[in-house]
């Protein structure tokens, strides 16, 4: 059943919830360059999810240290392969 | 030794029913979430992320103290370093990972989103009462078919998967399910409960 009208709680429960765990994040990325300290399955896993920041309504400028991974490994080339993007 | 910050919410009950399963010496620091407690900053320098369970390995690795938060994660370190609920083989021990996942991944969130909109939420929001009561009758349904298959959740024997669905199934009543609906869950669910080390975890900290 989809909703006639934007439904307000979800949208603001769900999009404050996205920024907290965002949150998170940056405050752990600005004290690692990566998430286990060392490049791991974890920020393989976090990576897809912070690269569809415009779909879901976020900036990176917001959070330095999130920008500042991402980045990072924006630019190593498995992950562009695996993310489809030409290099 | 393992010092266990926690409240018995379905994530936190994992913790305390493995460290019986374990046979493990503990103590129980109650973090009382109505209270607020996870807010203060000496929870927060623990986990970031202001959720129970938190423990700390007080015989960790180097034999220093070793934080750890993440009720799936948890349930994997103490699974790994006692040698038990995890098994060894390749092909098994990521069978139960697969469904570990099931449940952390998919059971946690979306039961926690039913039980939110059913209960908790301030106002009745019908759309999403509907989309997360149907997720988890979807999911319920995944595992009924599974465990038609098979006695326990993961490779053939009693593991941290079954003790990760365990106390979100418990939750039937606040996801408007019965058991007659889901015999094979049913049965399940009679076998984990009965366990010793089960009921003891379950006693260990009571819901209010």
Redesign the interface.
């Given at each position: 059943?989809a909703?006639k009208t934007a439904?307000e709680?979800?949208q603001k429960r769900y999009s404050e919830e996205m920024l907290r765990?965002i949150g998170?994040l940056d405050?752990?990325l600005r004290e690692y360059e990566y998430l286990a300290k060392t490049y791991t399955v974890a920020d393989m896993a976090a990576y897809p999810w912070i690269a569809r920041h415009e779909a879901f309504g976020f900036t990176l400028e917001d959070f330095v240290g999130v920008k500042n991974w991402f980045n990072r490994l924006s630019k190593r080339s498995a992950i562009v392969r695996g993310m489809g993007v030409p290099s | 030794m393992y010092d266990i910050y926690n409240w018995p919410t379905s994530n936190g009950r994992k913790v305390n029913i493995i460290v019986e399963e374990l046979e493990v010496d503990y103590k129980i620091h109650p973090i009382a979430l109505g209270n607020g407690e996870q807010f203060t900053p000496e929870f927060t320098a623990l986990n970031p992320n202001q959720k129970i369970p938190v423990v700390i390995d007080q015989d960790g690795p180097g034999g220093k103290p070793f934080t750890l938060f993440e009720s799936g994660a948890i349930l994997l370190y103490m699974a790994e370093k006692h040698g038990k609920l995890f098994p060894q083989a390749l092909d098994k021990r990521y069978e139960v990972m697969q469904w570990l996942m099931f449940q952390m991944g998919g059971i946690g969130p979306n039961f926690g989103q039913a039980h939110h909109f059913r209960r908790a939420a301030p106002e009745r929001v019908p759309y999403a009462i509907e989309r997360y009561t149907n997720e988890t009758r979807r999911l319920w349904g995944v595992l009924d078919d599974h465990l038609n298959e098979q006695e326990w959740v993961a490779a053939g024997e009693f593991t941290i998967a079954d003790i990760a669905v365990f106390p979100w199934i418990m939750r039937y009543e606040w996801q408007g399910i019965s058991f007659d609906e889901f015999p094979n869950v049913s049965r399940w669910y009679n076998a984990v409960e009965e366990r010793p080390a089960v009921q003891r975890g379950l006693d260990a900290q009571k819901p209010g």
């Open positions: 059943m909703p439904v709680y979800g765990l998170v405050f752990r | -």
